[in-house]
């Protein structure tokens, strides 16, 4: 068979897939096309590229895996060209892959996108969310080519870039005893019910932020979901704290949360974009990369301003 580019995609997206079904779904490839590259190449070339595996599905051999590494260069290396081609005239256009940590992803992305769309309309996104591991990993493993995330781990095999800084606030009921005070301390905050947002590296950062004063909270409640911490603290069953100044006062089920600053130092939290160490990025990645810094900064900025006004 004559191998090109569109049979090493297939083989790349079995790999990164596990499997030919999920490969096909996501490049928007029939299944016996892909099964056919993949037959047609081991044929040509006479070795195996997979051996199938009951409980994990597909599994790259040794020289698949030489195989997929050197595709995967070839694949980047052409869609740079295309990319160069495509921006002749100054013109940026073609696809992003980006990752998102997806509870910050409602908040960032929104203005990211918007400021995208108005000045490079000719370029479009690929959205990958997932959790603080997840979202380092798909740039990691290529299949990402920029992240945006909280710089709450530590990987020097990518570049990290700090967006802005923030510092976490205090959610309250109005009904909670503490609501009507103008700012508030840890020490004060560990006698009441605490609403954990119980992900990793968030919960760790809040633990740290006890711990560094020599107190232990009262974890009442455990969530995996900013939103279902938000509408327990608008029951008025603990508080909880937020990094991003979110500007909806009103919980899903319409209750008011009060947001109080601390009234002392903290540990600040970092938005960070994440990109592929020592590589040459293509201009529309630069471009996106020049968007984030501008519209998650002014975004953090206009919020913080009011956050606490009329509370």
């Known amino acids: 068979m004559h191998l090109n580019l569109a049979h090493m995609a297939y083989v790349v997206a079995v790999a990164k897939a596990g499997s030919i079904t999920g490969a096909s779904v996501e490049i928007g490839i029939s299944q016996p096309a892909i099964s056919a590259a993949i037959r047609g190449i ?14 994990k599905g597909l599994s790259l051999t040794p020289t698949g895996r030489h195989f997929v590494n050197r595709a995967q260069k070839l694949l980047d290396e052409a869609a740079a060209f295309r ?9 940026i256009a073609g696809e992003i892959q980006v990752a998102c940590y997806h509870v910050i992803s409602p908040y960032v992305l929104p203005p990211v996108f918007s400021n995208l769309a108005a000045q490079h309309p000719n370029v479009n996104v690929r ?9 380092v990993n798909t740039v990691k493993e290529g299949t990402a080519d920029i992240a945006i995330t909280y710089d709450m781990f ?7 870039e700090r967006l802005a800084a923030v510092r976490p606030h205090v959610l309250l009921s ?22 954990m947002l119980d992900i990793p590296g968030v919960r760790e950062y809040y633990q740290n932020l006890f711990r ?28 909880s704290f937020a990094l991003l100044p979110i500007a909806i006062k009103h919980s ?24 592929p160490k020592e590589t040459q990025r293509p201009k529309k990645i630069d471009a996106f990369a020049e968007i984030c810094r501008v519209a998650i900064s002014e975004a ?10 009329n509370n």
Request: no cysteine; proline share 3%; charged share 25%.
């Open 127 to 135: 959205l990958h969310e997932g959790s603080l591991v997840d979202v």
């Open 300 to 309: 953090i900025e206009n919020h913080s301003r009011t956050m606490f006004d």
């Open 83 to 91: 990319d160069d081609v495509q921006g002749f005239g100054n013109q």
């Open 154 to 160: 530590d990987d020097s095999t990518v570049n990290t």
């Open 42 to 55: 081991e044929d040509t070339f006479k070795y195996k590229l997979f051996v199938r595996n009951r409980a």
């Open 212 to 239: 560094a004063r020599g107190i232990q909270p009262d974890v009442r409640f455990r969530a995996r979901s900013l939103e279902l911490v938000r509408s327990l603290v608008g029951l008025n069953l603990g508080y």
């Open 252 to 275: 899903y089920s319409g209750d008011v949360i009060v947001r109080r600053p601390l009234s002392h130092d903290v540990e600040e939290a970092s938005l960070a974009l994440v990109s």
């Open 174 to 195: 109005q009904q909670h005893p503490l609501a009507g005070r103008e700012s508030l301390s840890l020490d004060e905050l560990a006698k009441y019910p605490f609403v």
